[in-house]
């Protein structure tokens, strides 16, 4: 059975930092591509960023470059969402998402992951 489970987050006043984990197991990162999404209260989930698995990165929101970065580590079966420079439009419910793809494939969209986590509160607050 797939399990996806995230952690790290939080309350964080406004251009603090958190890194949020993605621990996977029933799957080997080695042959997954892994996806951040947020839902922030009352919008609909977003793709913010993704890393495929050969490791190439792409982001979905421009909000973000610069501030979050995307990581793996394979040994660990975990991937990671490093987040600074915290916003209060950060604020949201943060999910990683996991699919055995082709090497070099990433995507924005929510249905082309197999695999969930429960998803990991983000509040930017002062």
């Known amino acids: 059975q797939v399990q996806l489970v995230e952690s790290g987050g939080g309350l964080v006043q406004p251009g603090g930092s958190l890194r949020l984990s993605c621990a996977v197991s029933?799957?080997?990162?080695?042959?997954?591509?892994i996806g951040w999404f947020r839902q922030a209260p009352g919008k609909e989930r977003e793709g913010v960023l993704c890393?495929?698995?050969?490791?190439?990165?792409?982001y979905y929101a421009d909000s973000v470059k610069g501030r979050f970065t995307i990581s793996r580590d394979n040994a660990k079966n975990t991937a990671y969402l490093q987040m600074n420079s915290l916003k209060f439009e950060d604020t949201a419910v943060y999910y990683c998402?996991?699919?055995?793809?082709?090497?070099?494939?990433?995507?924005?969209?929510?249905?082309?992951?197999?695999?969930w986590g429960q998803g990991t509160r983000v509040t930017v607050s002062s």
């Open positions: 029933g799957l080997s990162l080695d042959y997954s591509t």
């Open positions: 890393i495929s698995r050969e490791g190439g990165v792409i």
């Open positions: 998402a996991a699919a055995e793809t082709a090497r070099y494939f990433c995507s924005r969209r929510g249905e082309q992951y197999n695999y």
